[in-house]
Every structure is written in structure tokens, then in C-alpha cells.
């Protein structure tokens, strides 16, 4: 008891004061007696305190018994493995010029797709996450989208990765179930997380968007100066540019990234990429082409943020960019016989953001296409180029209220066949609600 300690330190004191008082008395032995005294009646009272105690601790006992039945040997945990329970709103005004747009010289997934005018309420993303032990965290989102009527729910992400004690060497992460895998740099994140209210014309054609296979993948930081990171995954090879998967086991990945800091203010990220895997029938805008064969793509990203006062939420320049490079050999169902097809096509976009104030961005963004060249059986159907690159020239501008709150304005001129430009005009809502996991870099 602290009061017991209080005394051993004050017996001394009190001691040595009395002695000094009485230093001309020889009655030693009174003063023993004086002192013996005041030690009693310090631990009666501290008897007495310590009886008090006792009996209102199990008093609070007896009232917290009847306010939570049988919990008395129920632990109560912190609230670290709750999961983080979130959605994301995004609804678009759309505007376009011309009725119809479609890709010359390119199979497009349905995702890929321009998408509809007027308005009209996007994916609405619901997410769970959280860590599920002191080894592995999960993730699950899903996305409620709108097609031909109905409102149909879609499984976009669902995994699990391991943390830092999980048993794995240092540096390495394991990540495993259905997600947005590392292929360049936008198709880590959510489109809902992109500085446009588009995708460029490079994730359109080669990624209908995205690449979420199911799969599993594993990376490894290396423990260098600067930061690099090599890695690769297995996937089942349902998900485009592959699909229709045989075996279950149609396409692996691989690829390496290194990154590092420009001065106190500058950083920069420069990765390569490569996927490979095997197709079967896979269908090609609304002729009914399909392909069967085998696809290999290959990415190179680059990013390079500066935050010229130092400090990123006041004002922010990002410049970024991706080139993909697809080599494809197979054939193409026609209707009328089977054409072979051995032929490679690539793309690039670049684009600028600025933040100039802590709420308000501008941008520049363009996108370019090389379609390959088609035989002579493919002449006449959406494959055929004519000889035309499509690209596209986006700007836009957006305010955002805080971290959970933005408002986007959005041109875009795009050019996907030959004398076939496209006015674009986006007025976009992006809202979040409850709390949402970090985006990668």
C-alpha cells in the first residue's frame, strides 16, 4: 500500500526531528515508545482503509453481475480485429457527341465499353476489411452495378495477405483469393481512387479495366537502401485478357519495381511487368468474334510525386505514366472458318496533376493505341483498323471537401476510328462512407 511506503519514509524524518528536539533529554526510552505509537495507529488506519476497499470492490462486483448477466468471465478485447465497414457512391452526368463508340482494330470487354449517356448512378462499392488475426488481414468488395435493368451485385475483390510475423522471412507478403493485382499502377487500386472519371484507353482495350483473377501472389521488398520489390503470381485464367480457363490454372505473372526519394520533397516509382496466359473463346465486341490462343502482356510504369512547399496536402504535382506492349497468337472464330492471328499491338498514356490548393486539382491526361495488323479475313470487321490509332485527350478539374467528399468536372476528345470524334463532358459525385483502407502508392 502506498500509504505503508509513505510511512517507512516518514518514520526516519519524524524520528531524527524528535531525537534533534530532545537532544538534551536522556529519556531514550520514551521517545522509542512515541515513535512505536505513532506506527500503530498508521497501520490501524491503513487496516481500516484497506477493510473499505474491499468491501465496495465487491459491492461494484455484485451491481456490474446484475447489469450484464453471465458475463462474468467474459474478456473484454480492444476493438483491433473489428472490421472496417465502408461503401463508395459514384454517380456521373454524361454528355457525348456521337451515339455510338467503338474501337477500330481492338476486341473490347463489355467493361471497356464507353459506358452510357445521361445519368446515372456507377458502381456503388461496399467494403470489409480488417485483420483476422496477428498473421493474416482480409478484404472483401464488392460492387452493385446496373445492367440491361437490373441491379446485379459482382464480386470484385476478396482476399487474404500476411502481416509482418506470420512466419515468412522479412520483406515477404504473401496475397491470395480474388484482387486487383500487381499489373502497372492503376490497376492496383479502385477505379473510384483515379485522378479521372475514366480509365485510359490502355486499361479499356488490354485490361477491360481491370485484372482481378483469382489467384495468389507473392512479393518480396529486398533489404537494399532504396526501395525494390520483385515478385509473381498464379492465376486460374478466367478473367480478360484470358478467360474460358481449361485447366484452372491458365496464367502466371511476374515483375519487379524500385523506387526511392528525389531531395526532402520528390519521390519516384519505376516498375515492369509481364502476364501470360492461355485463352479460350474469348468474344470480341458485337460481332461474336472469338479468340483462342494464347496472350502475353507486358507493362512498364512510371511516377514521380513533388510537393513543392513540403507538405502534399497543401499543393502536389503528380506525373505519371504506363506503356503496354500485347503479343497474341491463336486464331479468331469468324463465323464463316478460323483465321490465324499472330500479331502484337501496344499503347500508352501519360498524365499530369496538380494540386494547387488543399482542395482543388487540375489535370491533363492522353492515351494512344497501336492496333496491330489484321489478316486478311479480319478485313471489313471491327479488327480492322483502317489504318487508324485511336487516342483520346482528357482534362478535368475536381474539388474535394475532405477525404471522403469529391465533386469532378471532366472533358475528354476521343478519336476511335477514322473521322469518328467523340465530345465528352463528365459532372461526377465521389462519396465515401465509413471508414476505407489505403490505396497503394
Same mark, same amino acid.
Request: glycine share 10%; charged share 20%; net charge negative.
Given at each position: 500500500m502506498?500509504q505503508k511506503?509513505?510511512?517507512a519514509?516518514?518514520?526516519?524524518?519524524?524520528?531524527?526531528?524528535t531525537?534533534?528536539?530532545?537532544a538534551? #533529554?536522556k529519556?531514550?526510552?520514551?521517545i522509542?515508545?512515541e515513535v512505536?505509537?505513532?506506527k500503530?495507529?498508521y497501520?490501524t488506519?491503513?487496516?481500516s482503509?484497506e477493510s473499505?476497499?474491499?468491501t465496495l470492490?465487491?459491492?461494484?462486483?455484485k451491481?456490474q453481475?446484475?447489469?450484464v448477466?453471465?458475463s462474468?468471465?467474459t474478456k473484454?478485447?480492444g476493438?483491433?480485429f473489428n !472490421?472496417?465497414v465502408?461503401a463508395?457512391?459514384?454517380g456521373?452526368a454524361t454528355?457525348?457527341s456521337?451515339t455510338?463508340?467503338e474501337?477500330?482494330g481492338f476486341?473490347?470487354?463489355?467493361?471497356?465499353e464507353?459506358g452510357s449517356e445521361?445519368?446515372?448512378?456507377g458502381?456503388?462499392e461496399?467494403?470489409?476489411?480488417?485483420?483476422?488475426?496477428?498473421?493474416?488481414?482480409g478484404s472483401?468488395?464488392a460492387?452493385i452495378v446496373?445492367?440491361?435493368?437490373s441491379d446485379l451485385?459482382?464480386?470484385?475483390?476478396?482476399?487474404?495477405?500476411?502481416l !509482418?510475423g506470420a512466419?515468412?522471412?522479412?520483406?515477404v507478403?504473401?496475397k491470395?483469393?480474388?484482387a486487383?493485382w500487381?499489373?502497372g499502377y492503376?490497376?492496383? $487500386?479502385h477505379?473510384?481512387a483515379d485522378d479521372?472519371?475514366?480509365? !485510359?484507353?490502355t486499361h479499356r482495350?488490354?485490361?477491360n479495366?481491370?485484372?482481378?483473377?483469382?489467384?495468389?501472389?507473392i512479393?518480396?521488398?529486398?533489404?537494399?537502401?532504396?526501395?525494390?520489390?520483385v515478385?509473381?503470381?498464379?492465376?486460374?485464367?478466367?478473367?480478360?485478357?484470358?478467360?474460358g480457363s481449361v485447366?484452372?490454372l491458365?496464367?502466371? #505473372?511476374?515483375?519487379?519495381?524500385v523506387?526511392g526519394?528525389?531531395?526532402d520533397?520528390?519521390?519516384w516509382?519505376?516498375g515492369?511487368?509481364?502476364v $501470360?496466359?492461355d485463352v479460350?473463346?474469348?468474344?470480341?465486341?458485337?460481332?461474336?468474334i472469338t479468340?483462342t490462343?494464347?496472350s502475353?502482356?507486358y507493362?512498364v510504369?512510371l511516377r514521380?510525386?513533388w510537393?513543392?512547399?513540403g507538405?502534399?496536402?497543401?499543393?502536389e504535382l503528380?506525373?505519371?505514366a504506363?506503356?503496354f506492349h500485347?503479343?497474341?497468337?491463336g486464331?479468331?472464330?469468324?463465323?464463316?472458318?478460323?483465321?490465324?492471328?499472330d500479331e502484337?499491338?501496344s499503347g500508352w498514356y501519360?498524365?499530369a496533376?496538380?494540386?494547387?490548393?488543399?482542395?482543388w486539382?487540375?489535370?491533363?491526361r492522353?492515351s494512344?493505341?497501336?492496333?496491330?495488323d489484321?489478316?486478311?479475313?479480319l478485313?471489313g470487321?471491327?479488327?480492322? #483498323?483502317s489504318?487508324?490509332? !485511336?487516342?483520346?485527350?482528357?482534362?478535368?478539374?475536381?474539388?474535394t471537401?475532405s477525404e471522403y467528399?469529391r465533386?469532378r468536372m471532366?472533358?475528354?476528345?476521343?478519336?476511335?476510328?477514322?473521322?469518328a470524334?467523340d465530345n465528352q463532358?463528365?459532372?461526377q459525385?465521389?462519396?465515401?462512407?465509413g471508414a476505407?483502407?489505403? $490505396?497503394p502508392y
Open positions: 502506498k511506503l509513505l510511512y519514509l516518514a518514520a526516519p524524518m519524524l524520528l531524527a526531528s531525537v534533534a528536539q530532545a538534551d #533529554s529519556d531514550l526510552q520514551a522509542l515508545k512505536r505509537d505513532m500503530q495507529a497501520e488506519r491503513i487496516q482503509l473499505q476497499i474491499k470492490s465487491q459491492s461494484q462486483s451491481v453481475a446484475k447489469r448477466p453471465g462474468g468471465n473484454v478485447k476493438n483491433a !472490421p472496417s465502408s463508395v457512391v459514384v456521373t454528355s457525348f456521337r455510338a463508340s474501337f477500330a476486341g473490347v470487354g463489355e467493361e471497356g464507353r445521361g445519368l446515372s448512378l458502381e456503388t461496399l467494403n470489409f476489411s480488417s485483420n483476422i488475426d496477428d498473421k493474416f488481414y472483401v468488395t460492387a446496373r445492367e440491361d435493368g451485385v459482382e464480386l470484385e475483390e476478396a482476399y487474404f495477405q500476411t !509482418p512466419g515468412l522471412p522479412d520483406g507478403q504473401l491470395a483469393g480474388r486487383f500487381k499489373l492503376l490497376n492496383e $487500386h477505379q473510384h479521372f472519371a475514366d480509365r !485510359p484507353l482495350v488490354f485490361l479495366k481491370s485484372f482481378n483473377d483469382d489467384g495468389a501472389e512479393s518480396y521488398v529486398l533489404p537494399t537502401d532504396t526501395y525494390a520489390e515478385g509473381g503470381g498464379v492465376f486460374r485464367g478466367d478473367d480478360f485478357p484470358f478467360g485447366s484452372g491458365g496464367g502466371w #505473372s511476374a515483375f519487379g519495381r523506387g526519394d528525389i531531395g520533397d520528390g519521390s516509382r519505376l515492369a511487368y509481364g $501470360h496466359g479460350n473463346s474469348r468474344a470480341s465486341n458485337e460481332d461474336a479468340f490462343g494464347q502475353d502482356l507493362a510504369d514521380y510525386t510537393a513543392p512547399t507538405n502534399a496536402s497543401d499543393k503528380i506525373l505519371q504506363e506503356y500485347r503479343l497474341e497468337d486464331v479468331y472464330n469468324v463465323g464463316s472458318g478460323l483465321v490465324s492471328f502484337d499491338a501519360a498524365q496533376v496538380y494540386k494547387f490548393a488543399p482542395a486539382r487540375v489535370g491533363a492522353y494512344r493505341l497501336h492496333a496491330p489484321v489478316p486478311l479475313g478485313v470487321s471491327d479488327l480492322d #483498323s489504318g487508324h490509332d !485511336p487516342d483520346a485527350f482528357a482534362i478535368m478539374g475536381d474539388w471537401n467528399g465533386i471532366q472533358y475528354n476528345r476521343e478519336e476511335l476510328a477514322n473521322n470524334s463532358f463528365f459532372l459525385y465521389i462519396m465515401s462512407i476505407h483502407g489505403a $490505396h
